[in-house]
């Protein structure tokens, strides 16, 4: 059974910080293109960042434009945990986050979520 556990949201000043933690189980980690995406009320779920399978030193990273500069994805494959690090947070990054592994097989793209964390933004 696969599991993806966030933890390390909360409530945070604009302006703060929070290191948001993916722990995996019931996958082969380290195979899987991970990936952080969130859900504003209202609007639709987009992708956040993403980083390829492999180590830590020779995976690729991929972020959208509206957190660049300002979060980081990285992954420890020896604990099967993604973690994404967000500075200057703004209201506009209040969001559920969601964690998300993908690996496609045998032309088949399999896509797993773990139940989300909440990040809000305010003062």
């Known amino acids: 059974q696969v599991q993806l556990v966030e933890s390390g949201g909360g409530l945070v000043q604009p302006g703060g910080s929070l290191r948001l933690s993916c722990a995996a189980s019931g996958i082969i980690f380290s195979t899987h293109v991970m990936a952080w995406y969130r859900q504003a009320p209202g609007k639709e779920r987009e992708l956040v960042a993403s980083?390829?399978?492999?180590?830590?030193?020779?995976?690729?990273?991929n972020y959208a434009d509206s957190v660049k500069g300002r979060f980081s994805i990285s992954r420890d494959n020896a604990k099967n945990t993604i973690y994404l690090q967000m500075n200057t947070l703004g209201p506009e990054d209040t969001a559920v986050y969601y964690c998300?592994?993908?690996?496609?097989?045998?032309?088949?793209?399999?896509?797993?979520w773990g139940q989300g964390t909440q990040v809000t933004v305010s003062s």
């Open positions: 980083i390829t399978p492999g180590s830590s030193t020779n995976s690729y990273t």
């Open positions: 998300n592994a993908q690996k496609q097989v045998a032309g088949v793209m399999l896509a797993y």
